[in-house]
């Protein structure tokens, strides 16, 4: 069955760096776009960025130009390099495929704070 593990959260300061990454199984991963999305508390789930089969890239208008999107079909991960983080960037980022239906990692915290 399709599965998708998220790791690379945690704490870090504000303007500091994290990269997350998901490991993708169960499904032919080359073939499908691959999303980050990030659900802050009390607030709804939102998209951050995909990358699509072709390698072509979108981001969400508040990350673009600190965050990358980037798969390596070999390895059957996706990640999210996050570089100048801020306080608003604190949530748990989720990892999401449309492999026929949605599909979703666990999550991973990840929260900017002094």
């Known amino acids: 069955q399709v599965q998708l593990v998220e790791s690379g959260g945690g704490l870090v300061q504000p303007g500091g760096s994290l990269r997350l990454s998901c490991a993708a199984s169960?499904?032919?991963?080359?073939?499908?776009?691959m999303s980050w999305y990030r659900q802050a508390p009390g607030k709804e789930r939102e998209l951050v960025a995909t990358?699509?089969?072709?390698?072509?890239?979108t981001y969400t208008d508040s990350v673009k130009g600190r965050f990358t999107i980037s798969r390596d079909n070999a390895k059957n991960t996706v990640s999210l390099q996050m570089n100048s983080l801020k306080p608003e960037d604190t949530a748990v980022y989720y990892c999401?495929?449309?492999?026929?239906?949605?599909?979703w990692g666990q999550g991973t915290q990840v929260t900017v704070s002094t």
């Open positions: 999401n495929t449309m492999a026929g239906r949605a599909y």
């Open positions: 990358i699509r089969a072709s390698g072509s890239t």
């Open positions: 169960g499904f032919t991963f080359r073939q499908y776009a």
